[in-house]
């Protein structure tokens, strides 16, 4: 019986085209898994395109292919579609009525919560990263490894290990690693363009998240808050927020660490948490998901009311820590 890397392989390489589709705010890991599986079904002889409705960062606009990532939905029916890493189709914005009309729809994500949508499912939350799922899935297509595509990989293991630094390091992370440096990637890079590269007004959005600094009275608890007002005061974009969450929890003490942005499409909030506090369990009140100790949603204003309904999340999760 075929695995699921050998079906969905199967799938793409029988098929004239596919569209995958990032998630909403699409970090590293999704990026990359999906610039690779196009590049891996190109070599096949199968037109891909990756869709982002939130485009792409610009820390990862040195992967290669990410000039060809498109922003607005196709018009035309596609054979294939790929959700990738979205836990629910919602979470691909406004690529997923594209992703419903595809006649085969393929669902890959590692995330602990998945709404099971789809013709094919591969949920694998023992992935350290999607990138480690497609990696599987372009070696069952019997597609070369590139350089390109090595390095696309790469980004996506890196950026969700936290450099392998979180515990979803496992010696499988490690050794797959090791292949695609082998194949002609490199870790510096990644390291040297996401976590060593930032624009003067980003450590000056930076400077202002951190001295808005909020603790809980016990400790167990840190938040800040970015308006459109800090964007524009700073000259920072949207997209230098990220990280900063992760450096809220970095303060001795901190279980659980909240970045609230007011955006256009609402409240966005970013969950970090550490030791036995659940990020995706606090995420999924409001509709959110992600990963045991990094998560996110999006709610309605008001900002008071959004936080007031948070911090009550936390709360009642720490109660059990």
């Known amino acids: 019986m075929a695995s699921l890397p050998e079906t969905i392989a199967r799938i793409l390489r029988t098929n004239p085209d ?58 035309h029916q596609f054979s294939v579609g790929v959700a990738m890493e979205c836990s629910s189709l919602e979470r691909a914005g406004t690529f997923a009525e594209a992703l419903t009309r595809c006649s085969t729809l393929i669902n890959i994500d590692h995330h602990l ?12 939350t023992s ?79 930076i400077g202002r998240a951190l001295n808005n600094l909020t603790i809980s009275a016990d400790g167990r608890i840190a938040w800040t808050v970015i308006t459109p007002e800090v964007l524009r005061e700073t000259g920072a974009l949207p997209e230098d927020t990220t990280g900063i969450v992760g450096m809220l929890r970095q303060v001795r003490g901190v279980k659980v660490a909240l970045l609230f942005e007011v955006t256009p499409a609402g409240i966005r909030v970013g969950i970090r948490s550490r030791d036995a506090a659940r990020a995706n369990v606090i995420a999924e009140t409001f509709g959110g998901g992600g990963h045991k100790g990094a998560a996110g949603f999006t709610m309605p204003g008001p900002l008071e009311d959004v936080i007031a309904r948070t911090l009550a999340a936390v709360e009642k999760e720490l109660a059990g820590v």
Request: glycine fraction near 8%; aromatic fraction near 6%.
């Open 18 to 75: 596919a569209l995958i589709a990032c998630h909403v705010a699409p970090d590293g890991d999704c990026l990359g898994a999906s610039l690779a599986l196009a590049m891996a079904c190109e070599r096949a002889g199968v037109r891909a395109v990756v869709g982002s409705a939130d485009g792409v960062p610009e820390t990862y606009r040195y992967l290669h292919g990410s000039d060809r990532i498109i922003t607005t939905p196709p018009d």
């Open 113 to 124: 919560s998945n709404a099971g949508y789809g013709n094919i499912v591969y949920w694998d």
């Open 127 to 205: 992935a350290a990263a999607v990138g480690e799922q497609v990696y599987g899935i372009i070696q069952a297509m019997g597609t070369q490894i590139t350089p390109e595509i090595a390095q696309c990989l790469l980004a996506a293991i890196v950026t969700d290990t936290g450099s392998f630094r979180y515990p979803n390091t496992s010696p499988k992370t490690l050794r797959l690693a090791a292949d695609l440096v082998d194949a002609g990637a490199s870790v510096h890079t990644v390291v040297e363009r996401v976590y060593e590269t930032r624009s003067a007004a980003s450590l000056r959005l």
